[in-house]
């Protein structure tokens, strides 16, 4: 990992804020936004850079034509595009990557002097960015609880489930490589609890 930095002196203190899908992480990141602490969303980047409008739009049309319309990216043809095709895949990843890290620098800049940031960022350990954090939280739940958030989600099926699964480092090895973890399969209160016990302890008030 990165070398840690002294919250609230040199740099803030990184932490890397991960877990695999339907294991809770949007509504972690809202609670480290409820306790002060700036969040940078990597999944809401990319909705801005590919929304109407977005910087990221034409680029995309000019590779994968008819993926995009007057709402920008139609996230469905887009899918349907690259799902499968590693190579299809990588070229868009090397259209997306770079302007999600230009935001993160500039979110960075913008919050130098808090104590603390976090990055939201879903693959975390799959493509390499726990290497730049200083301190990695992973939000995990039960199989059975991951499996019910997910499947009532408007268009998922347990294939598409499996699949989204395959390409994602297994729950329990997140948890492994992980500085912490917090578990999303309590009550919403508890793992509120749980937030505010990690954020004081990472802040260095306990």
Do not use: C, Y
């Not at 590779?63 to 007057?70: D, L, M, Q, R």
């Amino acid at each position: 990992m990165a070398e840690p930095g002294v919250p609230g002196r040199d740099r803030p203190l990184i932490v890397g804020l991960t877990g695999s899908i339907g294991m809770g992480k949007t509504t972690v990141a809202a609670m480290f936004e409820e306790l002060g602490v700036p969040v940078f969303n990597a999944d809401a980047a990319v909705h801005l850079l590919q929304g109407p409008g977005g910087a990221l739009v034409g680029a995309i049309e000019a590779e994968f034509p008819g993926t995009t319309g007057p709402q920008g990216v139609d996230r469905v043809k887009l899918g349907a595009a690259v799902f499968g095709d590693p190579a299809r895949l990588l070229r868009l990843e090397q259209i997306v990557h770079p302007a999600v890290d230009d935001l993160r620098r500039a979110f960075m800049e913008r919050h130098a002097a808090a104590p603390l940031l976090v990055l939201d960022i879903p693959l975390l350990f799959e493509k390499g960015g726990w290497e730049r954090v200083d301190s990695v939280v992973v939000v995990s739940a039960g199989a059975e609880a991951q499996a019910a958030r997910v499947l009532a989600r408007p268009g998922m099926t347990a294939e598409k489930f499996r699949q989204i699964i395959a390409l994602q480092v297994p729950d329990a090895e997140k948890r492994a490589r992980a500085d912490h973890v917090i578990d999303t399969g309590a009550s919403l209160d508890q793992t509120r609890r749980a937030v505010a016990a990690l954020v004081a302890a990472l802040q260095g008030r306990e």
